[in-house]
């Protein structure tokens, strides 16, 4: 038998068909183009899914099993996205909606949540069952497992690791807070930093490596100074891994999961976060002197996670 998951996000929707050892079979996918009728997007998604299904040459009998990783916050038992501000849905009855159009059973999950389950299934988490995601990217989301299952709150809002304060009074979050985790730590957070730093340092190599145009630099300009020996970029690289451990530790000390694993782009510089992260962690962690140490890994599945996640989602529903 197969699983169907979703993966729907503000730019892409994407369907994959895997198979019960978390193969990804078959893959669909379309423009979300938002903004436009939450109606028209469902339609979409249903499309999408059925064309993955084609794909895949099998039928639709041959699905035990869909689901849907969408951002907002999600209400899975109804099969409900209270709220996503991206997609602009409030209190769509999305699983009703996409089994009128499809005849398959959906269940749903917040993306981020879905993400972790992924990895946590096929990818860094394996074998754990207690076990958080952090993703660094526009902003930094999170997901938490907590015995083997998503941790989202007495309101299906809980897990927004990316706002908690690690600074009081500091620089001004999306979500209306000042000093959040990610204010300082997303990718949007250090390509303020970096620009900030070739500002301040005219002769830093980091202005040669965006061809002197400041709009280029991206989350891995200055790790690539850093890498050429420029004082600059490393500095920039340093303080932004003290800010990443500041907010890591937090929920290490908070969860002591088996497993943390970091994703999103800025995660594959691999041992140049993971390594200096460790040595923070050695000794912030509140539980450093027990022998069961929790593991911080890079995430493995990238963007399948949220689609393998998605897909097995109704492992925890049924």
Known sequence: MYKLGIDLGGTNIVASVVDDNFKIISTAKRKTNCPRPAEEIVADMAAVALEAIELAGIKKEDIDGAGVGSPGSIDPENGIVVYSNNLGFFDL????????????????????????????LAGAGKGAKNFIMITLGTGVGGGVIIDGKIYSGSNHAGAELGHTVIAMDGEMCTCGRQGCFEAYAS????????????????????????????????????????????????????????????????????????????????????????????????????????????????????????????????????
């Open 93 to 120: 009855p999305l699983s009703k909606m996409l089994k009128e159009k499809t005849g398959l059973d959906f269940y749903l999950e917040n993306d981020a949540n879905a993400a972790a389950y992924g990895e946590l």
């Open 187 to 318: 990718a949007t957070a250090l390509i303020r930093q970096t620009k900030q730093a070739m500002i301040k340092y005219p002769d830093t190599v980091m202005w040669d490596l965006v061809d002197g145009d400041i709009k280029a630099v991206s989350g891995r300009t200055a790790f690539d100074a850093m890498r050429k020996g420029d004082k600059a970029g490393k500095a920039v690289v340093d303080r932004y891994i003290e800010y990443l451990a500041v907010g890591i530790a937090n929920n290490v000390n908070i969860f002591q999961p088996e497993i943390l694993c970091i994703g999103g782009g800025i995660s594959k510089e691999g041992d140049n976060l993971i390594v200096p992260l460790g040595e923070i962690l050695a000794g912030e962690n509140y539980a450093r002197n027990i022998p069961n140490k929790v593991e911080i890994k890079t995430a493995e599945l990238g963007n399948d996670a949220g689609i393998v996640g998605a897909a097995f989602i109704c492992d925890l529903y049924k």
